[in-house]
């Protein structure tokens, strides 16, 4: 499946005072030209171009990303560094390894103190979404889909370049590319996806293999973890993740792929300083939004098996009898709902109960199979998907899907004839197995919640350990922070990149003069126990006002791009 257009891998920049020329290193014949006062864009033929400036005089960059508007005017974003992860179906993919935003405007002076003050926070937010690990491409093959849909399109799909082409709910620069959409720019445009690319070349019983792991993530309903949860009104669904096993071998080609997403209905966890947030179901028509993301999901892969992983008591509880409800009421062909307690059945760190769910789903992954390809000719097409979920769809979820995606691997092996039996062992194979699906887990786990996942000890060598315990409490306090106390920064710097638009003093004073009254005398006497006992009352009142009004000392968005600002305003939540 060669395309016809690749992308310019190597470009020189050159920088004048009214305009940028994208030169091509290799063998060019064309030259992308943009105007910085017009901000018109043309390729021309390099011949008919003479740039005014030393030919010495530019700064080499890997890719154009696109343009972007912020205050002081349109700015040029350019890949600078990039890191090859290896070769996937035949192409290289990179990895974005650091970016450039250059102004279209020469000077600020056209702008206020308070409008250059702004900009420069529109700027840094642009760079932190560009700066998010996980962000990879490649300049010949289309990463946002999968080895299925790329074997079901039209001759006249791979005369379309890259970008125009790419399944726009993984296309991450979209936004940016939406005034270079005409043809004539397609070997320049290139297009990047969220996610998680880790591919490996490994030897099993002889056969030389490519084992690949792809992720990508939406970009609808994109966001940090209690600013975007569940479903909007068109279905898309917050932290929505695409993830494709792929086994190559010569000729032969499997992909594999399963989906997480948040419970589609409409519900909400806005940070408040509490280490869980209430959960709050709103009260709109759930079956609505619920049977439009089944049916897209159904359209795009076939029938469903949603694994719900939340608790079936507690917190969670109304959440679950909520989801349960709509798939009863939607009652659609093709979807089956299996709920599965994960905390409750694998408390204590007895995770062998997750074989009691992978019993009750083993017939439908039999019946959902995995694509199949040899020499371009399809042998086997996947008619379904597990769809899992918890919560976050984060730390639970991965530990399933790699149950799963280890399932359909020795079924993909065995009938590659690469092993002879399914409990085969190959300890450096498994061990690379269970090593590359806890990376996964921490960079998709980054880019939602600010942290690595938990659990993934269990993934990287198969059982709970006490130092896993330990390095969850890390991670669950470093999350703790972040999204009370950062998210806001984040999810405004999302929302920016994609086109959609503290902790008190008088508690660090309290705490600073109890501490020392407490600490510092060499004996009490009733003097010092009465300054313990103001400090102590005056921590314990401002303690109780902040869990009081949680909501107005949490990092909130400020571009509110989804209507986040009226959440706020909300009252206190009830728990669910």
Request: a positive charge; aromatic letters at 12%; glycine letters at 6%.
């Amino acid at each position: 499946m060669a395309d016809l257009l690749s992308i310019h891998d190597d470009i020189k920049l050159y920088t004048t005072s009214d305009k940028f020329y994208l030169e091509p290193t290799i063998n060019p014949t064309e030259i992308l030209v943009i105007d910085r006062v017009s901000g018109e864009a043309s390729v021309k033929d390099i011949g008919s171009v003479k740039i005014p400036i030393p030919a010495n005089a530019y700064r080499p960059v890997c890719g154009f990303l696109g343009s972007i508007k912020l205050i002081s005017g349109l700015y040029l974003v350019v890949a600078k560094y990039r890191i090859l992860v290896g070769k996937l179906n035949g192409h290289e993919i990179y990895q974005l390894a650091g970016t450039d935003i250059i102004p279209y405007a020469r000077s600020n002076t056209h702008l206020t103190n308070k409008q250059i003050e702004d900009n420069a926070t529109y700027e840094r937010m642009l760079r932190a979404a560009l700066d998010t690990v996980g962000i990879y491409f490649s300049y010949t093959y289309d990463l946002t889909h999968c080895l299925q849909r790329l074997h079901s399109v039209t001759p006249d799909f791979h005369k379309m370049s890259i970008a125009n082409r790419a399944d726009p709910r993984f296309l991450w620069n979209g936004f940016l590319l939406r005034d270079f959409s005409h043809q004539q720019f397609s070997r320049f445009t290139l297009p990047i996806i969220q996610g998680f690319v880790s591919i490996n070349n490994v030897t099993v019983n002889g056969h030389a293999l490519t084992w690949s792991l792809v992720s990508r993530r939406s970009v609808d309903r994109a966001g940090t973890r209690f600013f975007m949860r569940g479903v909007d009104a068109q279905g898309n669904v917050a932290n929505f993740v695409e993830t494709e096993q792929i086994i190559e071998r010569g000729g032969e080609k499997s992909s594999f792929v399963q989906t997480r997403g948040s419970i589609p209905l409409f519900w909400s966890q806005y940070p408040d300083i509490k280490y869980k947030p209430a959960m709050q179901l709103s009260h709109e028509d759930h079956v609505a939004a619920y049977t439009k993301h089944l049916r897209d999901q159904q359209q795009r892969y076939g029938n469903q098996v949603l694994v719900n992983l939340i608790d079936q008591h507690g917190k969670e509880e109304a959440l679950e009898r909520g989801f349960r409800a709509a798939v009863a009421a939607a009652a659609l062909p093709g979807v089956r709902y299996e709920p599965f307690d994960f905390h409750a059945e694998c408390r204590s760190m007895r995770y062998y109960r997750l074989n009691v769910l992978i019993d009750r789903i083993k017939l439908e992954q039999a019946e959902f199979g995995y694509f199949l390809s040899r020499g371009g000719t399809i042998l086997l097409r996947q008619n379904g998907v597990f769809r899992t979920n918890c919560v976050d769809c984060l730390d639970r979820t991965n530990v399933v899907q790699s149950l799963l995606a280890r399932l359909q691997l020795t079924a993909a092996l065995r009938l590659l004839a690469v092993t002879n039996t399914d409990d085969e062992k190959h300890p450096e194979f498994d061990n690379l197995f269970n090593n590359v699906w806890a990376d996964h887990a921490d960079v998709i786990s980054t880019q939602y919640s600010g942290t690595g996942a938990l659990k993934t000890d269990f993934t990287r060598t198969g059982k709970r350990t006490r130092l896993g315990l330990v390095r969850d409490g890390i991670n669950s306090l470093t999350r703790y922070y972040k999204n009370n106390f950062s998210d806001g920064f984040r999810q405004d710097s999302i929302d920016l990149f994609l086109g959609k638009y503290v902790f008190p003093s008088v508690l660090l004073v309290a705490m600073s003069m109890f501490c020392a009254s407490a600490t510092l005398p060499q004996r009490y006497s009733s003097e010092v126990l009465l300054y313990l006992m103001f400090w102590g009352a005056a921590v314990t009142a401002t303690l109780s006002f902040i869990f009081r009004h949680g909501k107005e000392f949490v990092d909130w968005p400020r571009l509110d791009a989804g209507g986040l600002a009226a959440a706020r305003a909300l009252p206190p939540p009830q728990s669910l």
